[in-house]
């Protein structure tokens, strides 16, 4: 306001520090926002006027050829967010919006436009795929179905192109096989090609590969990986393990009881985690390397219980379980709050809990970037 008649030298404007800055999605560097969902709820009616928040409070963006992880333990509302993104289920709050436009399927025909963009992939290569028909069904169909009016010989010729991508070769023997006849993995690759033959803008991965053999599983997210630059494509990769995340992800969200607890940069959220929860989920994660599965039994290793029930009302949802936990956590629940322009956590213990972070929220821990 003042000052500005000050002739003495002046040190270089720096960015004001007094306003928080909204969260910057760190996959936004990739490309444009293709989907976003803004304060997404989902309630289920449970028995006896019982209701559950599956799903609370949950906004993300998807970028064209960027990777967002959606990291929680088994039960935390991952896949609900999937279904909501997917157009399969309605949201009890908040909106999805596709290419900014807010999403409204009344109908067949929106359904299969919707569909023709946003595509989802499960965990579960045996289930998704039907047992009576062959690979060349599953491929063809949506074919079809999405890619306009094709001739034979164009169906037959894209189809095998996707398996192409897909590397299951030779195309012409994989696509005559019935599901029976292939592996986990290879049933997993086909469910990418039929994705694919939509050819989506999102790509909603649901645990795609945690119930393959572990020794296929960085063969596969490399695989992923793949298709996501060679398509563009902007990638929900949903996992519990949160070191997978750290494999391709641009962007972390951590998920507790429905909520994002943590969201940032993946290299910053998986290497130095803010919220107790996330240092938890990485302290039990095994070596990075060995994308393995601490989590998939719910099984807590850091030493503290599990199973330590409910909070009270209005509590943190995690503070039955926080280490860090003090009176306040236990009487009103903290909201996502930013740490840095492109971090976020929902936690009153940081200045605990992650002092460091709270110092230095971006930047590699070995202090190289
Ligand atoms: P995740 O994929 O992280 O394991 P889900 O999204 O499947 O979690 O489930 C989140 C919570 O919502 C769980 O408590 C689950 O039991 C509950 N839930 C999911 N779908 C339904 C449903 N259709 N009806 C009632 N509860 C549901
Ligand atoms: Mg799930």
Redesign the pocket.
């Known amino acids: 306001m003042t000052g500005e008649h000050d002739h003495r030298p002046q040190p270089a404007p720096e960015q004001p520090p007094a306003v928080t800055p909204a969260i910057t999605h760190p996959a936004v560097v990739r490309g444009d926002c293709v989907m976003d969902a803004v304060s997404l709820g989902k309630d ?1 009616r ?1 028995a006896r006027h019982q209701v ?1 928040h ?2 609370r409070d949950v906004s993300l963006s998807l970028h064209r050829g960027a990777v967002v992880a959606l990291v ?10 999937a279904r909501l993104l997917a157009g399969q289920e309605r949201p009890s709050a908040g909106t999805v919006r596709l290419n900014g436009q807010p999403v409204a399927l009344s109908g067949h025909r929106a359904f299969r436009r919707y569909k023709s963009e946003v595509q989802l992939v499960f965990q579960d290569p045996f289930a998704s795929l039907n047992p009576a028909h062959t690979v060349r069904y599953h491929v063809e169909r949506p074919l079809r179905l999405h890619r306009g009016p094709l001739s034979a010989a164009e169906v037959r010729q894209q189809a095998a192109a996707l398996m192409e991508q897909v590397r299951l070769t030779p195309a012409e023997d994989f696509l005559a096989k019935y599901p029976h006849e292939l592996s986990g993995g290879q049933r997993q690759r086909v469910s990418f090609a039929r994705a694919l033959a939509a050819q989506p803008s999102v790509l909603l991965a ?1 645990e795609p590969v945690s119930m393959l053999d572990v020794s296929i599983r960085l063969e596969m997210l490399a695989l992923l990986d793949d298709l996501r630059k060679r398509f563009r494509l902007a990638l929900l990769y ?1 996992t519990h393990d949160i070191a997978s995340a750290r494999y391709f992800a641009d962007e972390v969200l951590v ?1 507790y009881a ?1 909520e994002i607890v943590e969201r940032g940069p993946a290299e910053d959220v998986t290497q130095r985690p803010a919220h107790p929860y996330t240092q938890l989920l990485v302290s039990s994660a095994p070596d990075p390397d060995n994308l393995g599965t601490a989590l998939r039994n719910g099984a807590n290793r850091a030493g503290r219980p599990g199973l330590a029930g409910p909070p009270p009302d209005g509590a943190c949802p995690f503070s039955p379980r926080c280490p860090y936990a003090d009176d306040r956590c236990r009487r009103e629940a903290p909201a996502l709050q930013p740490i840095s322009a492109a971090r976020a956590a929902a936690c009153w213990r940081l200045d605990v809990a992650a002092p460091d972070v709270l110092a230095r929220p971006e930047g590699g821990g070995d202090g190289t970037t």
């Open positions: 289920y449970l559950l599956a799903v929680g333990e088994s039960g935390s509302g991952k896949s609900t967010v649901d949903i998920m429905g």
